[in-house]
């Protein structure tokens, strides 16, 4: 296996095109490579669910996928859901019910609700909390979270 390889792939609705080492994460490369800092580093191992990116629109772990795995593939981030500017209809929810404490989770719970949004855009009660199963948040108790994710859902 080459310890480097030229990536190409979209993110955010643009083409990329980058050098980058073989073994580098889909996380190190939207953060470091590509400045998009809007994905978290948490757990790092696939727990916590902060790092959660749409990958050809479904949720993916950017911290255990290889940016070699995207290959070719569309990439959305926290900062493709405002692409103009304005807050998604999620991020609202999440602002009018203050969902968000040190708000180091929020970008995984709204992009996992995004995909739901598109998935399901009226999710029942299982269906919202299967949706974000994996995801987890140190503050809030997760009341805010979801208010906020059934009045965007509604
Ligand atoms: S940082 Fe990826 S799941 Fe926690
Ligand atoms: S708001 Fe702090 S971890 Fe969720």
Redesign the pocket.
Known sequence: MPSELLLSLRVNGEPVRRLVPASRSL?EFLREDLDLTGS????????????TVLVDGLPR????TLAADVEDHEVTTIEGVSPDGQLSPIQAAFDRHVAAQCGYCTPGFVMALTHLRAERPHPSEDELRTALGSNICRCTGYTKILAAAREALK
């Open positions: 996380l978290k580093h948490g757990c790092d191992v696939g727990d916590c669910g902060a790092c772990l950017a911290c255990i």
